[in-house]
């Protein structure tokens, strides 16, 4: 019994050390910017980073997207190896690191879904100094409720209370949510337009980038004493998240040509039918159009959706039903009334079988849009064309 309650004490001793080891950590940091959202999570974090960098501040970030990276001062990009199930302890392990570069601001992406957890990292790991709330969508309903009501109330467990919060969330009854949480824990929050970023400042990019995550990212920089050219130049230099919606040009052999659209990261409705929109825009003559669905078992419920969202918003040719589960989304697909004569079911594909697979589909030139989920081989797929573009 004695020696259980000596452990059980050295425990506790060591946790309340670690605890109080890291506050010197966090407090050591003067700007810690801690990026929360839904939609643009990584990419924000990203911007921030590079725009600050441009501006002589040393910067590191880290982001948990598509491929979780440390971003060092440099823009070097270390990848995080995880030996063990995602666990939010590791934004603590993180501030480690941060401490060996003695940065002037860091920018760190919320890498919680669960509220209390959400709640966690910033009241005790992060403590930022500058808050970011890229939106609310509807997305991780299991975990923070049905309702986007719910959702916005979950992510506003991040709010700063030690500086202000900057969202580019455009709907004002969720503003009001978020902004009463502010008010709360003696906040303040301040709304980005996307309005406030032009055409001609997107020119720039060399992938397509959201309006409002350039607006937001050019706020806080502003805000942390980069001034708004500088900044701007230091995000169009940048290297974009895997996950950013990049256009690949493509040649066969045989003459043949596509545009291959990744909007795999984008695997909400509403950022999926945005990105869907934006491409068409962009290359209206652009023949054939094909979507390349990639799908998780897991993540059934929001493949149901996308399918809703095809069926209601997209005029396409053809679909390309491929990943997990493929043979249930066929009674999706006649629920909401597409066609199965539209649909081609391949499930899970190598990345050498998609290749031959769409260019058996295309006759002449098509854009091929690929949505859905990053994972299962999608995001290996979506490499492979990047890697094989037409050169420029």
């Known amino acids: 019994m004695l020696v259980i309650v000596l452990l059980t004490a050295i425990l506790v001793g060591f946790g309340a050390y670690e605890f109080a080891m890291h506050r010197n950590r966090v407090n050591s940091i003067p700007v810690r910017i801690h990026v929360n959202g839904t939609r643009g999570k990584s990419s924000v974090t990203r911007l921030i980073a590079a725009g600050l960098r441009a501006g002589g ?15 060092d001062e440099r823009g070097w990009e270390i990848p995080i190896t995880r030996l063990h199930p995602v666990n939010i302890i ?41 808050g970011v709330m890229t939106n609310a969508r509807m997305d991780h309903v299991r975990e923070m409720g049905p309702s986007i009501e719910n959702i916005a109330n979950s992510l506003s467990n ?20 978020m902004r009463d949480r502010a008010d709360e824990v003696g906040g303040e929050l301040r709304v980005v337009s996307a309005e406030e970023v032009t055409d001609q400042d997107l020119r720039n990019f060399k992938y397509i980038e959201h309006r409002s995550n350039v607006a937001l990212s050019l706020r806080i920089c502003e805000e942390v004493g980069v001034d708004r050219q500088t900044a701007l130049e230091g995000m169009t230099q ?17 003459g043949r040509r596509l545009l291959f659209l990744n909007a795999l990261a984008a695997n909400d409705p509403e950022s999926t039918l945005f990105a869907w929109e ?22 059934f419920d ?10 209601r918003y997209m005029k396409f040719d053809l679909v390309i039903s491929m990943g ?51 994972g299962h081989g999608g995001l290996a797929i979506a490499e492979m064309f990047q890697q094989r573009r037409e050169k420029e």
């Not at 991040?158 to 009854?173: A, K, L, M």
């Open 90 to 130: 590791e934004q603590t392990k993180v501030f480690r690191f941060f401490e060996k570069h003695r940065p002037r601001a860091i920018v760190i992406e919320c890498m919680a879904v669960q509220p209390e957890y959400q709640w966690i990292c910033e009241h005790q790991f992060v403590k930022s100094t500058i």
């Open 158 to 177: 991040t709010i700063s209370e030690h500086g202000p919060t900057f969202t580019s969330e455009n709907r004002n009854d969720l503003i009001k949510i």
């Open 238 to 254: 940048m290297a974009p998240d895997p996950g950013a919606l990049k256009v690949s040009k493509v040649v066969h052999e045989s």
């Open 57 to 71: 501040v040393k910067t590191v970030a880290k982001v948990t997207g598509t491929l979780p990276r440390i971003i």
């Open 324 to 374: 997990e589960s493929t043979e249930l989304l066929q009674n999706q697909f006649r629920r909401f009334g597409i066609s199965l004569d539209k649909v081609k079911r391949v499930g899970v594909l190598t990345p050498e079988k998609a290749w031959e697979t769409i260019w058996d589909l295309v006759e002449d030139e098509a854009l091929v849009f690929a949505m859905g989920n990053a």
């Open 278 to 299: 934006r491409a068409w825009t962009l290359y209206p003559d652009s023949g054939m159009s094909i979507i390349l669905l990639n799908t998780r078992h897991d993540r």
């Open 302 to 311: 929001r493949s149901v959706q996308l399918v809703e969202t095809m069926a």
